[in-house]
């Protein structure tokens, strides 16, 4: 008879145990989404911004909804000068340099995660401290460099900076990617006939696909994003970058607000699109490729 009573006794403290834990989570929670409004505000601002008419911009007296909404302000910034030629240069200097980095980093990261060569430890680990140097840094012997060889005012310049600048973590994030296959399935395509490299082109290859989007749209960000080298480089009006094109809706007579807000925001576009294409694999990279080093 006294069974029941002790059981219903022993749950009580557990249910007492498991309060705190429920009301850390609701702290978290909140806390979490706390984050996300302040992250997200500023975003929610441009676009805001951007569907604002003029006047209403200027005014001291700002609400977070504008009392009508326009799209002057984004016809205004498409028909600014420049606009498409802006838009081809960055489309040829990002795609170039995001494919040309995750095909010279996948090589990289397959020796490195693969082979055992002398100093492998030591270049891994000046990959990390090459990523820590600030771009301003080096700009001026960027500069000298790019000018003893051409590159200034040239998409290829460019091109060869913003590779270089996101190989070193792009390799790094998919080393850890490479490691984590087994090597027995390389070992069993070879014994079907493949080669090494077939090997790597027919299994691995594939297999790496998470990795690869992480590392690409962490590079894309970077060179979509970039504004000094690329103002320092390029030097004509017609092979501007976007980033560098906005610099025109700031005059000796003001700045136009609603149409550089706009702008803005078909800037960030086709970030968001790609990463909505990605982002499946993306979130399965930033994970899986860290299990071990």
Same mark, same amino acid.
């Given at each position: ?63 977070l909804w504008p009392s009508s909404i326009t799209f002057d302000n984004f016809a205004r910034a498409a028909d600014y000068e420049n606009f498409y030629t802006a838009i081809q240069s960055s489309l040829i200097i990002c795609i170039t340099a995001v494919v040309g980095a995750m095909i010279m980093a996948t090589v990289a990261a397959y020796a490195i995660g693969r082979f055992k060569f002398f100093g492998r430890r030591a270049f891994m680990i000046v990959l990390i401290m090459v990523q820590l140097l600030p771009p301003t840094a080096m700009l001026i012997p960027i500069y000298l460099q790019l000018n003893e060889f @051409? &590159? +200034? ?5 460019? #091109?060869? /900076?913003?590779? !270089?600048?996101?190989?070193? $973590? ?87 607000? @609603? &149409? +550089? ?5 078909? #800037?960030? /576009?086709?970030? !968001?699109?790609?990463?909505? $294409? ?16």
């Open positions: 008879m006294n069974a029941p009573e002790s059981s219903g006794a022993a749950r009580e403290p557990q249910k007492l145990r498991s309060d705190p834990k429920s009301k850390n989570r609701y702290v978290y929670n909140a806390l979490g989404v706390l984050t996300a409004l302040v992250m997200v505000f500023p975003v929610y601002w441009l676009v805001i911004s951007a569907l604002r008419p003029n006047h209403e911009i200027r005014s001291y007296d700002q609400t @051409g &590159a +200034l005012n040239e998409y290829w310049g460019v #091109i060869v /900076i913003y590779l !270089v600048s996101t190989l070193p $973590f792009a390799t790094w994030m998919i080393r850890g990617f490479v490691i984590n296959i087994p090597k027995e399935l390389e070992e069993s395509a070879m014994v079907d006939g493949c080669s090494q490299m077939g090997a790597f082109w027919r299994v691995i290859f594939p297999l790496l696909a998470p990795g690869l989007a992480a590392a690409s749209i962490y590079s894309l960000i970077n060179a979509w994003n970039e504004y000094l080298l690329a103002y320092v480089v390029l030097q004509d009006n017609d092979k501007y970058t976007l980033n560098v094109w906005l610099s025109n809706f700031t005059t000796s007579r003001g700045v136009d607000y @609603g &149409a +550089l807000m706009a702008a803005s925001t078909m #800037i960030a /576009i086709p970030v !968001v699109i790609f990463f909505m $294409f990605i982002q499946k694999k993306m979130a399965a990279g930033l994970t899986s490729g860290a299990v071990k080093g």
